[in-house]
Nanobody
């Protein structure tokens, strides 16, 4: 499995970005896909997670502002981020947890929100 994130960048407070994660490999439809982020000096934290059945799990800070989705035919995971705040500045990582429990990670994409 390989994961490649894209869509990060510099945006002003209140702006929007859509992150994409391209999945290479098998069993995308059976994978639990997620977005995590890590700010400088902080631990990596969950942003949102999406199961193969379509159930979602959002961090409190993401509720109402971020939306996770997946396109199974395209094997792509998305994260729509609206009303961005400076505290959302971080490297955002895509993850894929396979049926057997193995978890894979992308290299990350930088999101910077200016005040």
């Amino acid at each position: 499995v390989q994961l490649v994130e894209s869509g990060g960048g510099l945006v002003q407070t209140g702006g929007s970005l859509r992150l994409s994660c391209a999945f290479s490999g098998t069993f995308f439809m059976l994978s639990v896909m997620g977005w995590y982020r890590q700010a400088p000096g902080k631990q990596r934290e969950l942003v949102a997670r999406l199961s193969s059945a379509g159930s979602t799990d959002y961090a409190d800070f993401a509720k109402g502002r971020f939306t996770i989705s997946r396109d199974n035919p395209k094997k792509t995971l998305y994260l729509q981020m609206d009303s961005l705040k400076p505290e959302d500045t971080a490297v955002y990582f895509c993850s894929s947890r396979q049926v057997g429990g193995t978890e894979y990670w992308g290299q990350g994409t930088q999101v910077t929100v200016s005040s």
